[in-house]
């Protein structure tokens, strides 16, 4: 099976599945003209790498969660470990979002969106501002 077809199958573009072989984390193989030919199991691991891909998992975490799927002698704790970790990755991004919509919600209501030139947005980035540079 050539990029296209895997690619159209996968969801995932050619660029990005050519990027995956470039790592190491597929290893299809190649024609005596050189073109790569994907086999059924490629096509599992690219589909596999795209779901892991969207639900957020850095590539070192996909190279881990890989291993382990094809380690048939794998403790499910290794699995969850891994998927804990980028758990708790996605609430602390959560919760600095939520601060920062806050924040950023206080200064919108504070201000008063007016023709006069006071506005406590501008104020408050500017306070920042100022920390950074003493």
Do not use: W
Not at 23 to 47: A, C, M, S, T
């Amino acid at each position: 099976m050539n990029i296209g077809d895997v690619s159209q199958r996968t969801g995932l573009p050619a660029k990005t599945i050519r990027y995956y072989e470039e790592i190491g984390l597929v290893r299809p193989l190649r024609g005596e003209n050189g073109y790569r030919q994907f086999r059924e199991r490629d096509v599992h691991k690219l589909g596999f790498l795209g779901r892991a891909r969207s639900l957020g998992f850095s590539i070192d975490d996909c190279r881990g969660l890989l291993a382990l799927y094809e380690d048939e002698g794998r403790a499910s704790a290794d699995v969850r470990h891994i998927a804990k970790a980028h758990l708790e990755k996605i609430d602390g991004k959560l919760a600095e979002l939520g601060a920062m919509r806050a924040t950023l919600a206080h200064l919108v209501e504070a201000c008063a969106g007016d023709h006069r030139p006071d506005c406590p947005i501008l104020a408050d980035l500017a306070l920042e501002d100022d920390k950074a540079e003493t």
